[in-house]
């Protein structure tokens, strides 16, 4: 069974071709309205770059790597973060530490999920991650590398953060953790391009 998007619901009835009309301009409206309303304060609207979290977050092609004709548009909460720690599995937006300057030849904003938290110990063992030398499953990863390596156990209030398209991802393993304070906050929605609305 095909499964639609809350716009494919909304339009069914509506004979075509006034249903692509309508679908087009609901969908421009939608994305309108989420960027507007939640850009005061509590979130923010951000582009994915790269390929280092594909498939789970699509950049453009022609870029290397990238699966999509465009770019996801996600947001990112910026408040909850003020009430609750960062959890694993999480995927975050954060302010790159500067040490990925020099590691990944870029900085700026990163989006990568979340995968040792504080006081944790993370190994890569042939491309497979092991939290305090248990496996962590990780279903969203299509991608691993071969590494195989130990880092030191993460220091209180510092994250452990990675790709998901291990192959092509410039992380924690390459520059180390990320300051708490670093976190913008997780991605809850994405927004653009309209068949990829929904929580990622």
């Known amino acids: ?5 809350p716009l494919d619901r909304l339009t069914s009835r ?3 071709p006034w249903r692509s009309v309508l679908d087009w301009t609901l969908s421009i409206v939608v994305a309108v309205v989420v960027v507007l309303a939640v850009k005061v304060e509590v979130a923010n609207p951000y582009r994915v770059p790269s390929a280092s979290m594909e498939p789970t977050l699509h950049c453009a092609r022609p870029a290397d ?3 999509a004709a465009h770019s996801d548009r996600v947001v990112a909460n910026r408040f909850i973060y003020h009430f609750r720690d960062p959890r694993r599995g999480e995927i975050v937006v954060f302010d790159a530490p500067a040490r990925t300057i020099q590691a990944c030849a870029e900085g700026g904003t990163f989006v990568k999920r979340i995968i040792g938290l504080p006081g944790e110990a993370v190994s890569e063992r042939d491309g497979v991650v092991y939290i305090d030398g248990r496996r962590l499953d990780e279903p969203y990863v299509a991608h691993r590398d071969h590494r195989t390596q130990q880092w030191s156990r993460i220091p209180q209030g510092q994250y452990f953060v990675m790709g998901d398209n291990r192959t092509r991802s410039c992380d924690s393993r390459d520059w180390g953790t990320v300051p708490r304070e670093n976190f913008i906050g997780p991605v809850f929605l994405t927004y653009w391009p309209v068949g990829r609305l929904g929580s990622p």
């Open 65 to 67: 790597g990238c699966l």
């Open 14 to 16: 509506v004979p075509e």
């Open 1 to 5: 069974m095909k499964v639609r998007n």
